[in-house]
């Protein structure tokens, strides 16, 4: 059986929040690393991996690899009513047809107690190769936020183009042009705040904006973002919690 | 003008 007990319910609204609009039904897998999720969009093109280690629990127990299959809709449903300081508390049979989700008030005089039911979910999993990146960025998730918001109302992709001047996203639209470049600044005394680019090789690669947008939703979870790209594979962007990350690739635009 | 790709063609099955 699951038992796996977060101090804050933040956590997982949090992450349902991040990737509810990207996928609707998903396979969360329990196992003795923690909570891992990994599913691709409809179409394709965008595909999320979470993973809660277990050290981000206060209690964790799972004997046997359980999947549970969630509607994320619903997971949102049930989670509305957890306060985010109270401590949540997720248990589930070995062979589950239903999440047992229990939030308790720090106070401990309020214990809510709700059940959600679950599905069965044929996932396939992608094999994600390790890969050597051409450019890492790492940047304030609050500006890349601003940044792929702006350039989203003038254009439906953006390049992003990496160098030893920076990190440049332009976009060209009906109604004109856009572009903003960043210059590596890392910020001593606040590192959450500066911008770091490794850069490998040069890099030029464009991307649907409405994807990045939806990434962006994420930013709540950590105030860095770690943008890695490499000439022709998908984007990775990657938002880093305590003991934990939700992470998003992207397939590139291709062709002329 | 560019085509999406996807992630199938990148990532295999596991």
Do not use: W
Not at chain 1, 136 to 156: G, H, N
Not at chain 1, 214 to 241: D, Q, R
Request: glycine share 6%; hydrophobic share 40%.
């Amino acid at each position: 059986m699951l038992e796996a007990r977060l101090e804050q319910s933040s956590v997982l609204k949090k992450v349902v929040d991040a990737i509810k609009d990207l996928v609707q039904d998903c396979n969360f897998d329990c196992n003795d690393s923690g909570i891992q999720l990994q599913a691709m969009d409809n179409s394709h093109v965008a595909l999320v991996a979470m993973h809660l280690k277990t050290e981000g629990f206060a209690l964790y127990r799972c004997d046997r690899n359980i999947a549970l299959g969630i509607n994320l809709v619903s997971l949102q449903k049930v989670l509305r009513a957890a306060q985010n300081e109270d401590v949540m508390t997720l248990k589930a049979e070995d062979s589950p047809d239903a999440l047992s989700l229990v939030f308790e008030n720090s106070e401990n005089d309020r214990i809510s107690e709700y059940d959600l039911k679950l599905m069965d979910i044929d996932q396939e999993h992608l094999g994600i190769p390790e890969t050597e990146y051409g450019a890492t960025v790492k940047m304030p998730s609050a500006e890349f936020q601003r940044i792929c918001r702006d350039l989203s109302l003038l254009s439906e992709s953006v390049a992003i183009e990496a160098t030893k001047e920076g990190i440049k996203f332009s976009c060209t639209g009906d109604i004109g042009k856009g572009a903003v470049t960043l210059r590596q600044n890392p910020n001593v005394e606040k590192p959450e705040l500066g911008t770091t680019i490794e850069l490998q090789e040069p890099v030029a690669l464009t991307f649907s904006l409405k994807y990045l947008v939806n990434f962006c939703k994420a930013s709540g979870l950590s105030n860095t973002v770690t943008i890695s790209l490499s000439n022709e594979v998908p984007l990775l962007i990657e938002y880093e919690m305590e003991h934990g990350y939700v992470r998003f690739y992207l397939a590139p635009k291709i062709g002329d | 003008k560019r085509a999406q790709g996807t992630l199938t063609s990148y990532f295999g099955s596991r």
